[in-house]
């Protein structure tokens, strides 16, 4: 129904990106619709090219994908340096800045991008953007307990928080035990500067914005991939 080049444009994306994929390499598991494309791929290559890769899952949505597709897996304890993360995101800016956490999934997928040599985007082209939080909340995880005093600091801010339901009343629960605040903060000017606020109020776990951690994105397009990275290679 319109967007029938989407799921295309997602799978053509995770593709090309797992193409960056050498054998012997641990490789963080992003979590996402796009990012289970790559990981099916990924499950391709280890079967048919007989690569030898370890995953480390940023949720239980790709633990569960990484099974489904033979992927085996590892942790950090076991392999605290990843070799390369494939993950999806919410809105990608010029500069490669991220909204993420759309599933929720943003504080172990901020984790894993930041024990990696190289994070490596894939997306279809309707989440580039000018200007982060421009039509799109920012998901901030928060420690259940501190709700009100979160909300209350968030507001005085100038950001409207919503918190994230799974149906109407239920607070949605992250893999963490936490909950999500979807916050409305406008168009973000400086990502870093509010980065930084934020993760200065107790309670916040973790923000969905991700500030100078991707090395390159592959983005899908009705009839192509796109490669931006920040080299501008
Ligand atoms: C989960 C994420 C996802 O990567 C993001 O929401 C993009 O998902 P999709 O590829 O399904 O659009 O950040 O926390």
Redesign the pocket.
Known sequence: MGCDWVEEA?RRAAVEAVKNIKDNFIVGL??????AYAIEEIGRMIREKGLRILGVPS?YQSLIMAAKFKVPTTTLYEHPLIDLTI????QIDRNLNLI???????TR?KVIAASSRCLII??DER?LTDNLGRGQLL?VEILPFAEPLVTAKIREMGGKPYLRESKKGVPFITDNGNFILDVDFGVIENPLELERRLKMIPGVVET?LFVGMVKAAYIGTRTAVKKISVSGE
């Open positions: 997602k992003g979590s996402g619709s796009t990012a949720s993950d999806g995101a919410d993420k956490g759309g599933g929720g999934a943003l997928e894939v997306a989440k998901p969905g």
